[in-house]
């Protein structure tokens, strides 16, 4: 994974570079950094996008696999897209500021702490922006039914996976287990894993729980419900929504419907919606670009991961306190006039 975020930090300075220079083969890279002029929404040849999306078994990273597909195809090859394993949004922000990335998948709170400069982020306000609202992610807790765990409360001195370290779930995780009076750090037996790891440490009863913020169905929580169904629950956490609210605005009630995993009934949570990210200086016309894609193949996308179909016009501009980006509105009131 380090070779594989050096490699990508390497190649968005040849992107940002490009823009001045001719490439091997005569060929030249369209610029990244935003002129300010008239937006177009047509991009130079061999462009390159690389998606910042989160662990292997989770939506972000179906998704941005299918989305990098879909804008490549959608530029005739222009625009080469690709999309990169990740620990997920507060990590896929630094690495997008960095350089690393051209684009990121976020969870809305995580977004507007970097805006804010608050949370992980220190003080640092982020130089970042939205292309659109997307899809909303659900908080799923899961406790094996031995642990004696039916509350966030219950989890006192047990072993409980916050996620990847620098991820939304780790930060939803640790806010979680503040808002019942417990420390992160002390009070449970924190294990930061990714969900696969996750996932098999609740198969072989190593872990007791876990948090898991993500679309529906997440690919790794159906396969942890397909093989350890009766050894797992699912936790009603919306007492703690008060406090959660009290945090960020965009913690709201959800619902997981018993379909989604074959449950007996549906599951009462909270839900909070996730964001596309880019740098503040992004080409507006590759912003305009990657935005009319997300629409235009959203059937592709759903075709490939059901959360997709959670993205739609009518709330991809709600993207306060993240600011929008001037070629995602330019595509968005293109789309919006054609619809």
Not at 160 to 169: A, H, I, Q
Not at 281 to 300: G, H, I, W
Not at 317 to 324: I, M, S, Y
Request: some cysteine.
């Amino acid at each position: 994974m380090k070779r594989a975020t050096q490699a990508w930090a390497g190649l968005a300075a040849l992107v940002l570079v490009g823009a001045a220079a001719t490439g091997c083969g005569g060929r030249q890279d369209a610029p990244t950094a935003d002129s300010g002029g008239e937006i177009t929404c047509e991009v130079g040849s061999d462009t390159r996008v690389s998606i910042a999306t989160g662990n292997s078994t989770g939506v972000y990273f179906s998704l941005g696999n299918a989305y990098a597909e879909q804008i490549s195809a959608a530029t005739d090859g222009r625009v080469k897209a690709t999309a990169a394993e990740t620990g997920a949004s507060v990590q896929n922000i630094q690495q997008l500021v960095g350089g690393s990335y051209q684009v990121a998948f976020s969870l809305a709170d995580t977004a507007a702490d970097a805006v804010e400069g608050k949370g992980s982020f220190d003080g640092e306000k982020q130089p970042i922006q939205a292309i659109s609202r997307i899809y909303p992610n659900y908080t799923q807790v899961i406790a094996r039914t031995d642990s004696g765990i039916t509350s966030i409360a219950d989890m006192r001195g047990k072993r409980v996976s916050t996620g990847s370290p620098g991820s939304g779930t780790e930060v939803i995780a640790n806010r979680l287990l503040q808002s019942a009076g417990l420390n992160p750090e002390s009070d449970v037996a924190a294990q930061r894993l990714d969900l696969a790891k996750t996932v098999d440490g609740v198969k072989d009863g190593s872990i007791d729980a876990l948090f898991w913020s993500g679309g529906l169905p997440t690919p790794g929580i159906t396969d942890l419900l397909t093989t350890s169904r009766d050894d797992v629950v699912f936790i009603d956490i919306t007492p703690q929504l008060p406090k959660m609210s009290e945090i960020s605005p965009a913690y709201e009630e959800g619902v997981i419907p018993a379909a989604t995993y074959q449950l007996p009934a549906d599951v009462k949570t909270i839900v909070v919606p996730n964001m596309l990210l880019v740098r503040e200086d992004l080409d507006a016309n590759l912003a305009c670009v990657l935005t009319k894609t997300l629409f235009e193949k959203k059937p592709e996308l759903e075709q490939v991961v059901g959360a997709a179909k959670g993205i739609n016009l009518d709330n991809a501009r709600d993207t306060d306190p993240v600011p929008l980006n001037r070629g995602a509105q330019h595509a968005l009131d293109q789309l919006g006039a054609a619809g």
